[in-house]
């Protein structure tokens, strides 16, 4: 199956032809897998990483870090939830295998 999801008054759907949909925005979301919820926020994924093993640091007044004491990973984001980027996304993914992965949305 190919295309793009397009998210629109809250709901998600696939659209196969992207080629004629031009006014159409992409967004990168960050979804957590086994329950296929998009993370809309930094306070729902606190709770997904805590619940995974990783610790809140407050050390660092303008960011959010996370450290599982079992590894050496950290995890540094912005403090403010807009400025959450693609390769913050991409950062938490990598440090979690198998657990959120990276998605393309279309905004109309």
């Known amino acids: ?3 793009v999801w397009l998210f629109k008054n809250g709901v998600v759907r696939l659209v196969e032809n992207e080629s004629n949909q031009g006014y159409m925005q992409r967004k990168k979301v960050l979804v957590h897998v086994s329950t296929d919820e998009v993370i809309s926020s930094y306070s729902v994924l606190e709770k997904k990483l805590v619940s995974l093993g990783w610790e809140r640091y ?7 870090q996370f450290h599982k004491s079992s590894t050496i990973h950290l995890i540094s984001l912005p403090r403010d939830f807009c400025h959450f980027k693609p ?7 990598v ?7 990276v998605r393309d949305i279309v905004l109309m």
Do not use: A, C, Q, T
């Open 1 to 3: 199956m190919s295309g």
């Open 58 to 64: 407050y050390d660092e007044p303008d960011l959010l």
């Open 87 to 93: 390769m913050h996304m991409f950062d938490i993914v």
């Open 95 to 101: 440090k979690n295998k198998n657990v959120f992965e």
